[in-house]
Nanobody
Framework: QVQLQESGPGLVKSSQTLSLTCTVS??????????WSWIRQPPGKGLEWMGF???????HASPSLLSRITISRDTSKNQFSLQLSSVTPEDTAVYYC????????????WGQGTQVTVSS
């Protein structure tokens, strides 16, 4: 059973950069055709897909976040990371990492989520 665990600061100041890491266990982030995503849920709202990094290191991000988001990975640690720059209180959310075994498949594994609050 694949396990994902988000980690990072729970409080970030406005205009700073939010940085989170997802540590993956019992699966390799380079396994063909796995796709590793970041998803968030603001308070009182639905899930918002932010972007992904695929098994081959390619990335894709939501157009609404394209100017602020960076997704990267460290294969030696089996981790992938999210950086979101110039945050505002509207970026306050529970942030999840999740896996798809193929681009079009449903998510089959999720982290427990981590609350990030952006202070004004």
């Amino acid at each position: 059973q694949v396990q994902l665990q988000e980690s990072g600061p729970g409080l970030v100041k406005s205009s700073q950069t939010l940085s989170l890491t997802c540590t993956v266990s019992d699966a390799s982030i380079t396994t063909h055709y796995n796709v590793w995503s970041w998803i968030r849920q603001p308070p009182g709202k639905g899930l918002e897909w932010m972007g992904f990094i695929a098994y081959d290191g390619s990335t894709h991000a939501s157009p609404s976040l394209l100017s602020r988001i960076t997704i990267s990975r460290d294969t030696s640690k089996n981790q992938f990371s999210l950086q979101l720059s110039s945050v505002t209180p509207e970026d306050t959310a529970v942030y999840y990492c999740a896996r798809r075994t193929y681009y079009s498949d449903p998510y089959d594994s999720w982290g427990q989520g981590t609350q990030v609050t952006v202070s004004s």
